[in-house]
């Protein structure tokens, strides 16, 4: 498949298709409907259900972020229980793949092998989209685009077999109905194939999409915007061979010209995407934008000839195409409108946020897996930290200050390509300004750092002195290839247990005995590397660096920025002595 196929456009699904809209949903349907709205069964539970015994964490959802949080959360000794209220994963294809710092991070535990087939390591796309402008990446001295196409059905049965791996409980048919937490406990009320039963955890995290109702019973608001101008069709369909390029695979249309295959093709009247999958009938799909509550005609189910008639509107000319040939399931689907919400908090005592459930934006450019993913990361480490009682103070409430920011950023750029693909003469002049921008490289590559998530950098507390160390400090740690006394490794073969980790490559390991009463929680490597200006890097679990240093033999001052980086986000070691290190935090006693 072309890397340039739009990763935001499932290969059943058009490309602005709300990520967790049912096909069925009625348009005006709000996404933060009340909490009875999409649950089969009643809320009020009878007080004398079974309780199941007590849980370290109940995860709600079992699509890839509660999945990938419970590998998580698995790999640093932790048990949770996954909840999922289908019988079986589902069938609906979403996603095409994987795209952004993601890619690395799997590949960083092991798991990028099992989805691409093979043990090289992830390479940058030469090539990319933004708002239907495409982006030469090949130039970028530091290309941080990754592309692994794999659908998200495939990705959710992978997550689910390193669960199981793990050790990892997945309830399916298991709804949850009901919350109440005190200081101590969130009791989870739960409807079951054998009937209502409650659970007492110590936390409960809402990985259960858009509608999430963890997010509904924890009171935690969603504001945003849902429109209604955007009118996407999609469908299978046949068209004559002579329409396609035999060589770039794209449509040469009489009296309109190209258009490129696996694309966003913008006109002033729209938008059409042409995907000739080699394996069955191609995919056609429009997107329209029109007068506010102008849907008439929409009640009744999509015809091949109403998007006929959407193809000659948004390009001017007549497409023939027909119904599609061979065997089905064959795709026919019209959806309007798209919300853009994001989470007010992703915290509420002992409930928190993940993926869809924090936050909704347009599926353009692919970025949800990209975010999720990464929210799944960033707190299962912190979760496991309050459990085990090596916490210091703050550090939970730290994924809220991390993650939604970065939420905030593909809302933000999502909506921004949103207005880049839409109609009329204006925005035909902002396209012009902008790709008159495009030929900055400086301009693709703040692009580049955006779509993938590399932008962002968090607040380790205080930078290092060195100006060097102080660059990479906050930022995601960079892929070094280092000699140990086993032989030759990459950084990715180091984080797979997902342990904090040390890297000691100055002169004659100088750190790794300064830093041995963090032993029993940060893993420490000594090693040679031929990377320059890099001698030392401290990464937490989501291979961030807490702190680094560029000096060939840290001095007294820098040990010190060690230190604190240490007792900062791994807490005091187990012998410094200081009262409540190594105990249960207050966060994580029932």
Not at 124 to 153: C, E, H, I, T, W
Not at 217 to 225: D, E, T, Y
Not at 245 to 259: F, K, Q, R, T, W
Request: net charge negative; aromatic share 4%.
């Amino acid at each position: 498949m072309p890397i340039d196929m739009p990763i935001d456009m499932p290969i059943d699904m058009p490309i602005d298709m709300p990520i967790d809209m049912p096909i069925d949903m009625p348009i005006d349907m709000p996404i933060d409907m009340p909490i009875d709205m999409p649950i089969d069964m009643p809320i009020d539970m009878p007080i004398d259900m079974p309780i199941d015994m007590p849980i370290d964490i109940v995860i709600a959802g079992a699509g890839p972020n509660g999945l990938m949080l419970a590998c998580e959360l698995a790999l640093a000794g932790v048990r949770p229980l996954v909840l999922e209220r289908l019988t079986g994963p589902s069938g609906e294809q979403r996603a095409n793949g994987l795209v952004g710092q993601v890619v690395r991070m799997l590949d960083r535990r092991g798991l990028h092998e099992r989805l691409s087939g093979s043990t090289a390591p992830p390479r940058p796309a030469p090539a990319f989209m933004f708002g239907a402008f495409s982006l030469d990446l090949a130039a970028l001295p530091d290309n941080p685009v990754y592309l692994l196409m794999v659908p998200q059905r495939r990705i959710e049965e992978m997550l689910a077999e390193r669960a199981a791996e793990l050790g990892v409980e997945i309830r399916r048919g298991h709804a949850v109905t009901g919350l109440t937490q005190d200081s101590g406990v969130a009791t989870v009320e739960v409807t079951g194939p054998a009937g209502p039963y409650r659970i007492e955890a110590r936390f409960l995290v809402g990985a259960d999409g858009g509608h999430s109702v963890v997010r509904k019973l924890a009171g935690i608001g969603f504001p945003g915007v849902t429109t209604d101008r955007r009118i996407s069709r999609s469908a299978h369909v046949s068209m004559p061979a002579e329409l396609i390029d035999p060589v770039g695979g794209g449509l040469v249309i009489p009296g309109y010209g190209a258009v490129p295959p696996f694309m966003h093709h913008r006109t002033e009247r729209g938008l059409i995407t042409f995907a000739p999958f080699p394996s069955g009938p191609s995919l056609v799909s429009t997107t329209e934008f029109l007068p506010s509550g102008d849907d008439a005609g929409f009640e009744e189910p999509l015809t091949i000839s109403e998007l006929r008639d959407s193809v000659r509107r948004v390009l001017g000319v007549d497409l023939p195409i027909g119904p599609p040939e061979g065997p089905g399931p064959h795709l026919l689907r019209r959806l309007a409108g798209g919300n853009t919400r994001l989470a007010d908090r992703f915290r509420a005592g002992r409930v928190l946020l993940v993926g869809d459930a924090a936050h909704v934006h347009s599926a353009m450019g692919g970025p949800g897996l990209n975010l999720g993913l990464q929210d799944a990361i960033n707190l299962g480490w912190k979760l496991a930290a309050e459990l085990r009682g090596w916490a210091p103070p703050g550090l939970l409430d730290s994924y809220e200050a991390e993650r939604r920011p970065a939420g905030q950023r593909v809302t933000m750029h999502t909506q921004a390509q949103g207005v880049l693909v839409g109609p009329g003469s204006e925005i035909t002049a902002l396209r012009e300004l902008f790709g008159e921008l495009l030929a900055d490289r400086h301009t693709v590559q703040r692009l580049a750092d955006l779509i993938a998530g590399a932008d962002i950098r968090y607040d380790m507390g205080t930078a290092p002195a060195d100006p060097g160390a102080a660059s990479l400090t906050g930022r995601w740690a960079p892929d070094l290839l280092l000699q140990t006394e086993t032989g030759t490794v990459r950084l990715a073969e180091l984080t797979r247990d997902a342990r904090p980790l040390l890297l000691d490559l100055t002169d004659g390991g100088t750190l790794a005995d300064f830093a041995a009463p963090w032993r029993d929680r940060v893993h420490i490597v000594t090693a040679r590397c031929d990377a320059p200006n890099v001698t030392a890097l401290l990464l937490r679990p989501d291979c961030y660096v807490a702190w680094a240093s560029t000096s060939p033999g840290p001095d007294d001052r820098q040990r010190e920025e060690l230190r604190s980086a240490l007792v900062r986000w791994f807490g005091h070691s187990t012998n410094s002595g200081v009262e409540g290190a190594g105990q249960p935090s207050a966060d994580a006693r029932i």
